[in-house]
């Protein structure tokens, strides 16, 4: 079965001198690691891409196992 869903384009942080939120945004650290984006298909495929799109699915069979348990057509943006 194909599927026309997509991983979305990653969040990227934005640098400030002033760490105060409006009321309506939040914010998280910065951690050193590989931003990356999870994705698990209908057809049970699991793909995890690095902001530049490479393929990192292989370097992390931990997270592929785990992500075989989301929902169809989810998409998780991270650091790992």
């Keep these: 079965m194909s599927s026309t869903w997509s991983l979305p384009d990653p969040m990227l942080a934005t640098p400030t001198a002033d760490p105060a939120l ?9 951690w050193d ?5 999870v994705g698990r298909w209908p057809d049970d495929r699991v793909l995890i ?3 530049s799109g490479g393929d990192l699915t292989r370097a992390f069979p931990e997270i592929v196992g785990a992500a075989a348990d989301l929902p169809d057509n989810t998409a998780l943006d991270g650091v790992m």
């Design 22 to 30: 409006a009321p309506d945004h939040a914010a998280e650290p910065k």
């Design 33 to 37: 690691g590989y931003r990356a984006l």
């Design 49 to 51: 891409r690095s902001r």
